[in-house]
């Protein structure tokens, strides 16, 4: 078992920046995909950015430009650095592991833009 914990949301103004983080438990193996989902009230949960451990990053559209997902292998933590949020940006952010044995997700940290 991981458990894997998400901290650095809170409340922002439009066009301010943000930092999150995602910690696993345990030291991760040389493969894997990490990355960061959110769901806004009423909405599906939908990726945000998503990192396979080695190899790709991806973006969803509306991020493109502003986020920038990053990881610091050796504290085995991601993060999701946000910039010129806007209020489409509001919502509950979750981090994502996928391992050989199973998924694991955080327990969400919120994110609101709001002037």
């Known amino acids: 078992q991981v458990q894997v914990v998400e901290s650095g949301g809170g409340l922002v103004q439009p066009g301010g920046s943000l930092r999150l983080s995602c910690t696993a438990s345990?030291?991760?193996?040389?493969?894997?995909?990490m990355g960061w989902y959110r769901q806004a009230p009423g909405n599906q949960r939908e990726l945000v950015a998503i990192?396979?451990?080695?190899?790709?990053?991806h973006y969803a559209d509306s991020v493109k430009g502003r986020f920038t997902i990053f990881r610091v292998s050796d504290k085995n933590t991601l993060y999701l650095q946000m910039h010129d949020l806007n209020f489409e940006d509001t919502a509950v952010y979750y981090c994502?592991?996928?391992?050989?044995?199973?998924?694991?997700w955080g327990q969400g940290t919120q994110v609101t833009v709001s002037s």
């Open positions: 990192m396979r451990i080695p190899g790709s990053i």
């Open positions: 345990r030291s991760l193996p040389s493969r894997y995909i």
């Open positions: 994502y592991l996928n391992l050989p044995d199973g998924d694991y």
